[in-house]
């Protein structure tokens, strides 16, 4: 009777199936139901709509947040205390930098770039009248900002004059991320149609290195600047600077990687997207997973590394703004 029940209403048991899979998705947004290390530090409701960007100060005493709106905020890290609200865009904020101590960096889809004294609560040079900004970093070896566009222009920026040095067009591209080597040697584009591109500090042409199977829409240099790692739809990316060759390394996500991060040892953070807002640690040689990190509720979109690779900060569309301590022994717990 079994059998023939099924063989006679084979689609609406198929719609019982998929509902049973999806239904706890539905619950859970972005979430995952694997057992994870508790954040430290958990913000909520700092940026409305989305947490967009993040930047550890150079001493990693602070951190930066910006949020969809186009606000700006400092707070002291670890214990999460608001120091500084700052009001320059109206949009998402793509570009988060440190200057210096007390000097920070803002880029946005309004196509202003803002240099702001954070003592002052000033905006102390701009740029403005730009195209649609996607992705910003910024050297302090060689004291330039570089800026990926929309429309597929790359410009280098001296700093703090803001006069711009160098610019180059990927044509009939659209830019989707940015990385800049912690020397400022090279600099790394990605556009779509899976191209990504491999230039010096001047913009100038290295080589373009092997396609991936999917577009590329975020990326970081290695801390030796030897490598570099590309987040798409499931897998991490990884390119040797030096010949270009590509490795593909699955990643543990079931959606997009929305962002990426290297620790000073080169263990890799990653931050899922579409289906997956969970937060993973693993080592970046071996793809072996380390940590999960408590995923947030709705979608990520931005995951940095504090320079001393104790701290995780993270940020996504449940408008938080979460840190995590490397340090801190991993007992990990089902997500409450």
């Known amino acids: 009777m079994n059998k023939i029940h099924c063989v006679k209403k084979p689609f609406r048991l198929w719609v019982k199936r998929i509902a049973f899979l999806i239904f706890p ?110 992705a910003m970093d910024y050297s302090a070896e060689t004291n330039r900002i570089y800026t990926l566009h929309k429309n597929g222009r790359l410009r280098a920026f001296e700093y703090p004059s803001l006069k711009v040095v160098a610019t180059r067009l990927q044509a009939d591209a659209e830019g989707l991320a940015l990385a800049l080597s912690k020397d400022g040697s090279h600099v790394a584009a990605s556009f779509d149609g899976r191209r990504v591109v491999l230039l010096d500090g001047d913009l100038t042409n290295i080589r373009e290195l092997e396609r991936p199977p999917r577009d590329i829409t975020s990326m ?12 798409a739809w499931f897998d991490i990316h990884y390119w040797d600077v030096r010949s270009g060759v590509l490795r593909v390394q699955k990643s543990g996500h079931f959606g997009q990687i929305a ?49 001393n690779g104790r701290y995780v900060a993270s940020g996504s569309e449940d408008e938080s703004v979460r840190v995590f301590d490397l340090h801190a022994p991993y007992l990990p717990t089902l997500a409450k």
Do not use: M
């Open 259 to 307: 962002s990426l991060d290297y620790t000073p040892d080169y263990r890799i953070v990653t931050l899922g997207r579409n289906t997956d807002a969970q937060l993973l640690l693993s080592d970046s040689r071996t793809g072996r997973l380390e940590r999960r990190l408590a995923p947030h509720q709705l979608c990520g979109w931005v995951v940095r590394v504090s320079h």
């Open 25 to 134: 998705l539905l619950l859970t947004g972005c979430g995952s139901f694997s057992p994870s290390q508790d954040p430290v530090l958990a913000l909520e409701g700092v940026h409305t709509f989305a947490t967009t960007a993040l930047s550890f100060s150079p001493d990693d005493t602070r951190l930066a947040s910006a949020g969809w709106r186009g606000e700006i905020k400092i707070w002291s890290i670890p214990d999460g205390k608001l120091l500084t609200s700052l009001s320059g865009h109206t949009v998402p904020v793509w570009g988060l930098a440190w200057a210096g101590d007390d000097t920070l960096i803002s880029a946005a889809e309004d196509g202003r770039l803002l240099v702001w004294d954070l003592k002052q609560r000033a905006i102390i040079a701009y740029a403005d009248e730009l195209s649609e900004v996607v």
């Open 220 to 231: 970081r240099f290695a801390p030796d600047g030897q490598q570099l790692a590309g987040g």
